[in-house]
Each structure stands twice: as structure tokens, then as C-alpha cells.
């Protein structure tokens, strides 16, 4: 196996049992929105995959509602309250979403990609409003979940999905680093960088671009399948374009250098949203707001620009040499 | 003719924009190994030639047989996979990433299979792009990132990107324009050499007539979208209507509008 | 079955302040290439103002139609404070840079504005009925309508023309048509680019606020509005071609049949029809209905 494949499993696997151990020692409220976190970060870590191939997603809510509603209703309707059946469908459900929407839209760029999305989510969001029979605006609520057949009580619940949270999570991150770094990667940059020349050189842009719509769309599934389970209760509003907004937000300060970053901006935006909600109820979106400006003018790189600081080759940083580059490329 | 066997053929090509004839009969057989330049005057219609071998403009008529075979409607992907390579008159670079990185970008385009697990610096994929970078004598800057690189490096690297793929077609869009005077030979003749070991067919536009003498087996001569001279390199050069029309109107080699558009996109 | 008529007068009265809107976004769009999601804060903020300055009108005991002026004034205000504080204090920071960070400058000057709105003005709804009722009712086929929403019909077209004639027949237009065709070249030729761009989202900024003022008396002024009209207004200009003044208009005029279309026939399709429409184009004609490939225009 090659070094770096070996760092890379080998950074995931120590940052999971950290993860795993520190779970056991937080308060209930944070493991709560630890879990919560991690759910925006799964989505925000699609639009990553993306930004990475040069497209902005403003309307990820779509593959999140779709995987929270795939989940939701197979809990409800058929009973299954199996966490990781939950999550499997609900990536699945998204990723094939994602498989069919990709082609349609893989030839639009820059604005025009992104207000697509948002156009497509907003169509889910009016469908599901009206649609009664699952709830309509209210949304509906879910069982807890089981997980291999056992029932966590009420104080242990919260520990069992958090669990989940961190395994999976650690797990797609993985799995992202692995793709960032290998030759498909690298293809996606170039595409970033300069489609004519890819085309010329023989590869084909709308084959990444699809299949990195479809990474994204599977992620956005599994983030929000997840969160159908954390907050207990899904409605139209997971596909609302403020939504999909939250999720852009997280992506931009996290920065496409890292892949633990997307966790660390999600729990940033998670925790302001809880201060802020305490403290200053009224302002909560001017707060994000006026952190989104910042993080574009200060910190351009996002977070993960300051992992690559700290850590000059470490495992989130990626390969030093040409993550380097990328970082005089980020906008 | 250096050799009996044609390689690529174009048939009664037909291009306007607008009002302007870019193409007009354009007949054209070429052997397969030849060494072919094109000449003219900006807006002649060389590029729009390499364009439409290419697939990035599809003639109003006409057809372009590859290998016998019609390629006229593919697009640039389809004739690159094709084996049919170009490179830029403005080089098509992926600017922050080093040269290195650049190679192996094309490596990664040339239809090889490579797992998503595995990185995209496995030692044989870098040894196969630094190969190609000593080449071209472009081993010293592997691992600057191009846009700090000067003219004739950029030039150089990507036409090493375009020959990755071993293509049985090599078309250099002025290779040796935006470099100076001086750096345009050695420019040249390092081409030459990287290109010397492969049967590969060069076509390329220039306008420095010394250099179309000395490394072209034959010339086309374009004039208002028309080959007005298709010979070995003395006879072109010495029809009346090459030097009135082409040779005569001597200038600074500009890039045309389309081109520029094209390095934007 | 509704009548055909119905929906028409509906879906153009719809229209034509989604039409003052989306004429607003385009301008921007076409000259400085920023697509303004804040925009749709513009509109509500006009129409917060309008709701504050319209009541002193009568409150000064002057006559109802002075409302009106207050509402105009209104929406002056919202542009003056606005348009300068956006523009030269941040966006010029971005000018060059990625349309798509440009775009999400404006996604967080929006959150700030939704705020800062409910600040102001806290979160219950605020009624404006009196402008309303100043040019009585008019009668079409066998229906009644109230004369200031066919009277917005006649704003949105004086916008409109406005905006074109500036746009064509003016010494300033026809800097700015050059400013869009090559601000580096109209930059050499010593057109003062910051000028033209301060002056043209001046000019977006006004006719949102212009549209919100002008709706306050048809809508409960309430926060959320800005959400719904800059998506539909988004809507507008991808269907009409972004940067293009007919097709904000064919856009417009698109969105508020469709839409009223579907109030009246298929009401559980009011929510998406637009932004299905809005996909349908896209996947078509990506350029929009009236904008041509590649060719800058407004």
C-alpha cells in the first residue's frame, strides 16, 4: 500500500476511536449537536467534492431532504428502525437522485449551476408542502432508532446515534481523501483548472462532473438521513433553499483543502447557532452572515488552510507539495 | 508525398462566419509520418483548418476522414481518443499545479484505468510524467507551478501534454509564437528531437518562413480560407502567389479573435 | 373552470411588480455581473419604508394622494442608504473575483438584512390599505378590479420604457451599454467605471424598493417576503435571459400567468410551477428565452 493511502486510513481510524472515546465524555447537549454537526458536515462535504470539480451547489437541501424523507418513510410506513438500514437507504436514495439529475444539469456553470439546484430543491420543497399524506408542511416525526436490533433507552440514545455519527462520518471522510487524491481527483481539479484541455486531452468533464454530482448527492443523503434520526422529526423546510444555504456557509469556511474541516465549520456554525439562540435570539442570521464575509475576506482558505498551517504534512492536510498549490489557487 | 499511405483527409471543407469565408474547398490529403506546416496570413484560415480537424468547429460541408474513417462529427474528445493531439497557440495549462502535476493530469486523460483508492502519484505514473518532462528538457521545473514559468517552457510542456497519449496526429498550433527571436530555434529543435522516436504525423502553423524551410517535408498555403499552394517547402515558397499573398505580408504574429476566445474558454 | 380573463388580468397584475423587481436584478446583473440575492431584501425593505412614510401623509392631514409621493420617497430612501453602503462598502472589495463568491457576499448581506429588518421593524405584519383604494374599481368582462393593481401594470411599463430610453437614448446610457460591452476598454477610454457601477445598482437597488413600496398595499408587510420575491424573481430573469430587459418582461409576464394559472386551476402546484418552469427553461435554453449565446446585452 502506498504512504499515503496507509496515512490516510490510518488518520481516520485514530480520529474515530478519538471521536468515540471523547463521545462518552460529553454532556448530552453537546453530543446532540456533535451529531448534528456532523450531519451538515456530510452535506457540506458533497458540496466540497463539487467545488473541488469548480461548481457551487445552492441547493444541496434537495439531496438532504431526499435522504431524510427516504429514511423517515421507511421507518414510518415500513417499520424499519435499523440506524444503518436508515442510512443506507437514504444515501442510496439521494445518490441515485443524484445519478438522474446529474446528466441533466452537468452542463450548466457557475451561477447557473447553482440557481438550477436551487430551482430543483425549491420544486421538492413545494411538492412536499402540499403533499399531505406525509405530512405536508408539518412534516412528521420518527420512531428511535434501533440499531442491530437493540433499543438504547432515552439517556443512552443520544450516545448510540453519535456513535453512528462519528463511525460514518470518519468513514466518508476517508473515502473523500482517498478520491481527492487519486488520479479521479486530480482529473476534477484539472477540470476546475481548464475543461477545454481536458476535453482535449481525451477525458471526458461531463463524466466527472457527473460523478462528483453524484458523491455529493449520496453524501447529502446520508447527512440527512442522519439528522431525520438526531432531530427526530423531518419536514419540507430540509429542503429549503436557507438550508442548502447553511450548508454553501459551512463549505466556504471550511475551504476544499481539508476534509476534517467540514466537521469543524459545521460544529462552528452549529454551536454560534445555539449562542446565538440563547443570547441573541433576533440576529442569529446576521451573525452568519457577517461570519461569511469575514471568513471570504480573512481566512480565504478556509479552516482547513489552518489545519495546513498547524499540521505542515499532516493527515489532513493531504499531499503538502501540491495541496500547497491548491491553496494559492482557492478563491 | 513522403509515403503512400493517407493518414487523414480533408473533403471540400466549408466554414463562414457571418460574412467571412474561413474555409473554402478545402482538399487535403495527408501521409501518414509527414511533417506539414501551414502558412498564411492571420485570418487565412490555418487555425480554423486545425479547429475543424480537432472537432472544436464542425464544418458548414465537407468531411474529414481519419484513417479512412469519418471523424467529421465528433467531438474533441472523440478524435483525441481518436489519437489525433494538439496543442495551443496560448498554452492550455492547469495553472496552479506544477509541471509536473500538469503531465500527470495527462497521463491520468490518456484512457489508462486507476483505482479512486489509490493516489494519483503512484511511482509509476510520476516516473512515466518525469520521463516525458526530461523530454522536452523540462525536468528542471517539475515542481514549479506553471504560471510562474517563462514563454517557451509553457510552450514546450504543453506540447508534452499533448504527446502522452502517443497520438499518430500532433497538430502545433505556433509553437513557436510568443517566444523571442532567439529561443525560437532551440525551441523548434527540441520539439523535434522529443518527436523524433515516434511515427508521429506534425502539422503545425508558423509563420517564421526559416523554420517552415527547415523542418517541414511539405507546406500548405492558405489565403482567404483557401489553399492557394500545396507543395514541398522551396516550391511553395518561391510561388508568386505565396509571396505576394503570405510571405509578403510580413507582420507581427498575432493571435486571430478566435483564438483568444478559444484560450479564455 | 375560471375564466381565461381572470387568470390574465391576475397573472399581468402579478407580473408587472415582479417585472419592476427583476428589472432592478437584470440591470445589476448586466453591468456588474453580480447576481444580487439580497435583492429580494431591497424589495422588503422598500416596502417597510413605504408602510413608516406612507400613514404620514394623511397623519400631516395633507391629501391621500400624497401617499403615493410617500411612497416614491420611500423607496428614494431605501436607494440612497442602501445602494452606496453595498456597493462602494463591500462588494467593490470582490469586483474580479469568482462570480459565484460575489454571489455569496450577497447571500450574507441578505442574512444581515433579514435582521436588521426585524430589528427595525420587529416581526408582526404591518398593514398599508389606504393607497389601495385611490383609483376605485374598474370593471373587466363581468369582474370588478380595484384600479391601483392595474394601475401597477402602468408603473411597471413606465419603469420599463424608463429604464430603456436611459439605457439607449442617453449620453450616460449609452456609457454604460459600453461599460457592459468591455469595462477594461471603456476603463482606457476614461469612463469613470466605479461611477457607472454605483449608478446602476443605484438604479436596481431603487426599482426593488420601487416595486416593494408599490406592493405593500396588496401584501401584509411581514419578514419572509424578501425570501419568496427574490426566488421568484430569480425565476424571472434565468426564463427571460439574465442581463436582458424584454426578457424580464416576457419572464415576468411567464411567472405571474403560470403562477396565477395554477392558483386558480392547480392550486397545490402554486408553490413549484415557477421554479419548474424556471428548470424547464434552463435544461432548453440555458441562456434563457431572449438572451442570445454568449453575447452580452441588456
Known amino acids: 500500500m502506498h504512504a499515503s493511502t496507509r496515512r490516510t486510513y490510518l488518520s481516520g481510524l485514530i ?317 | 508525398m513522403t509515403s503512400d499511405t493517407v493518414i487523414l483527409e480533408a473533403r471540400d471543407l466549408q466554414k463562414r462566419f457571418g460574412a467571412v469565408v474561413a474555409a473554402q474547398d478545402i482538399n487535403v490529403k495527408v501521409a501518414s509520418g509527414e511533417k506539414l506546416s501551414l502558412i498564411g496570413a492571420n485570418g487565412a484560415g490555418k487555425t480554423t483548418f486545425m479547429n475543424m480537424v480537432t472537432g472544436y468547429l464542425k464544418p458548414d460541408s465537407g468531411a474529414i476522414l481519419l484513417e479512412g474513417g469519418d471523424v467529421t462529427k465528433l467531438n474533441p474528445r472523440q478524435i483525441t481518443q481518436r489519437g489525433v493531439c494538439r496543442s495551443f497557440q496560448i498554452p492550455q495549462l492547469y495553472e496552479p499545479m506544477t509541471a509536473l502535476e500538469n503531465v500527470m493530469v495527462a497521463i491520468g486523460a490518456s484512457g489508462r484505468r486507476f483505482s479512486f483508492f489509490q493516489p494519483a502519484d503512484l511511482n509509476e505514473t510520476v516516473e512515466q510524467a518525469r520521463a516525458m518532462l526530461k523530454r522536452f528538457a523540462l525536468d528542471p521545473y517539475a515542481h514549479r507551478p506553471v504560471s510562474e514559468l517563462p514563454g517557451g517552457v509553457r510552450k514546450l510542456l504543453d506540447i508534452a501534454m499533448a504527446l502522452v497519449r502517443n497520438p499518430k496526429i500532433l497538430l502545433l498550433d505556433e509553437p513557436t509564437s510568443g517566444v523571442s527571436v532567439d529561443e525560437k530555434f532551440p525551441l523548434m529543435e527540441t520539439v523535434m528531437e522529443a518527436l523524433a522516436a515516434e511515427a508521429v504525423t506534425v502539422i503545425f502553423v508558423e509563420h517564421d518562413m526559416d523554420i517552415v524551410t527547415r523542418y517541414s517535408d511539405r507546406v500548405l498555403a492558405f489565403y482567404q480560407g483557401q489553399v492557394i499552394a500545396d507543395d514541398d517547402p522551396s516550391e511553395v515558397l518561391s510561388d508568386p502567389a505565396v509571396q505576394k499573398y503570405v510571405t509578403g505580408t510580413a507582420g507581427p504574429a498575432t493571435a486571430p479573435a478566435g483564438a483568444e476566445k478559444e484560450a479564455e474558454a | 373552470m375560471y375564466d381565461v380573463l381572470t387568470i390574465l388580468v391576475d397573472g399581468v397584475v402579478y407580473a408587472s411588480w415582479l417585472f419592476i423587481v427583476a428589472l432592478g436584478l437584470t440591470l445589476i446583473f448586466g453591468v456588474l455581473r453580480i447576481l444580487n440575492i439580497a435583492h429580494g431584501s431591497m424589495y422588503a425593505i422598500g416596502a417597510y419604508a413605504a408602510v413608516t412614510l406612507a400613514p404620514l401623509a394623511p397623519a400631516l392631514g395633507l391629501p391621500p394622494v400624497f401617499s403615493l409621493l410617500a411612497m416614491l420617497i420611500a423607496a428614494l430612501a431605501v436607494a440612497i442608504v442602501l445602494a452606496p453602503l453595498m456597493e462602494r462598502g463591500l462588494l467593490r472589495l470582490f469586483y474580479g473575483r469568482d462570480e459565484v463568491l460575489i454571489l455569496l457576499i450577497t447571500y450574507a448581506v441578505f442574512l444581515i438584512l433579514e435582521d436588521v429588518s426585524k430589528l427595525i421593524w420587529g416581526v408582526n405584519p404591518y398593514y398599508l390599505f389606504e393607497p389601495r383604494n385611490l383609483f376605485g374599481t374598474v370593471e373587466i368582462g363581468d369582474l370588478f378590479y380595484v384600479g391601483y393593481d392595474l394601475m401597477l401594470i402602468a408603473l411597471a411599463a413606465v419603469c420599463g420604457l424608463a429604464v430603456w430610453l436611459g439605457l439607449n437614448k442617453t449620453k450616460v446610457g449609452k456609457i454604460v451599454l459600453a461599460v457592459i460591452h468591455n469595462p477594461d476598454v471603456s476603463a482606457c477610454m476614461g469612463v469613470n467605471i466605479a461611477r457607472i457601477y454605483l449608478l446602476a445598482f443605484f438604479v436596481g437597488v431603487f426599482l426593488a424598493a420601487l416595486a416593494g413600496a408599490f406592493t405593500a398595499p396588496l401584501i401584509s408587510v411581514q419578514p419572509g417576503i424578501s425570501v419568496s420575491v427574490i426566488i421568484l424573481s430569480f425565476a424571472v430573469v434565468i426564463i427571460g435571459g439574465l442581463g436582458s430587459i424584454p426578457g424580464a418582461a416576457i419572464g415576468a409576464v411567464v411567472v405571474g400567468i403560470v403562477r396565477a394559472a395554477a392558483v386558480y386551476e392547480l392550486p397545490e402546484a402554486e408553490i413549484f410551477i415557477v421554479y419548474l418552469v424556471m428548470a424547464i427553461v434552463l435544461v432548453f435554453r440555458p441562456e434563457g428565452l431572449f438572451q442570445r449565446t454568449q453575447a452580452r446585452k441588456i
Open chain 1, 15 to 331: 480520529l474515530a476511536a478519538a471521536l468515540l472515546v471523547v463521545g462518552f465524555l460529553l454532556p448530552a447537549w453537546l453530543l446532540f449537536t456533535v451529531t448534528k454537526a456532523i450531519g451538515y458536515g456530510l452535506v457540506a462535504l458533497g458540496i466540497i467534492t463539487l467545488m473541488r470539480g469548480g461548481l457551487v451547489s445552492f441547493g444541496q437541501g434537495l439531496v438532504y431532504c431526499i435522504g431524510a424523507y427516504a429514511a423517515g418513510l421507511l421507518a414510518t410506513r415500513i417499520g424499519v428502525t435499523e440506524a444503518p438500514l436508515l442510512l443506507l437507504v437514504g444515501m442510496v436514495a439521494s445518490g441515485l437522485v443524484g445519478l438522474l439529475v446529474g446528466p441533466l444539469i452537468a452542463r450548466y456553470r457557475g451561477i447557473f449551476f447553482a440557481m438550477l439546484t436551487v430551482a430543483l430543491s425549491m420544486v421538492l420543497y413545494g411538492i412536499l408542502v402540499k403533499m399531505n399524506a406525509i405530512g405536508g408542511s408539518d412534516g412528521f416525526t420518527l420512531p428511535e432508532p434501533t440499531f442491530f436490533g437493540w433499543q438504547p433507552d432515552v439517556g443512552t440514545s443520544d450516545l448510540a446515534l453519535y456513535v453512528t455519527a462519528v463511525i460514518v462520518a470518519c468513514a466518508a471522510a476517508t473515502a473523500c481523501r482517498l478520491y481527492y487524491d487519486s488520479m479521479a481527483g486530480m482529473m476534477a481539479l484539472a477540470v476546475r483548472e481548464n475543461e477545454l484541455r481536458v476535453e482535449y486531452l481525451g477525458s471526458s468533464v461531463f463524466n466527472v462532473t457527473v460523478r462528483n454530482f453524484a458523491i455529493a448527492a449520496a453524501l447529502g443523503g446520508l447527512g440527512g438521513s442522519l439528522n431525520a434520526m438526531a432531530l427526530g422529526h423531518i419536514d419540507p423546510l430540509f429542503s429549503f433553499w436557507t438550508t442548502s444555504g447553511e450548508f454553501v456557509f459551512i463549505s466556504v469556511l471550511a475551504g476544499h483543502l481539508s476534509v476534517g474541516a467540514v466537521f469543524v465549520s459545521a460544529l462552528i456554525l452549529e454551536l454560534v447557532r445555539s449562542f446565538s439562540n440563547r443570547y441573541f435570539p433576533e440576529t442569529w442570521q446576521m451573525i452568519i452572515g457577517i461570519f461569511l464575509i469575514a471568513t471570504i475576506i480573512f481566512l480565504p482558505g478556509g479552516v482547513g488552510s489552518l489545519f495546513q498551517r498547524v499540521l505542515k504534512r499532516g493527515p489532513a492536510a493531504g499531499r503538502g507539495e501540491s495541496a500547497e498549490n491548491e491553496g494559492r489557487a482557492a478563491p
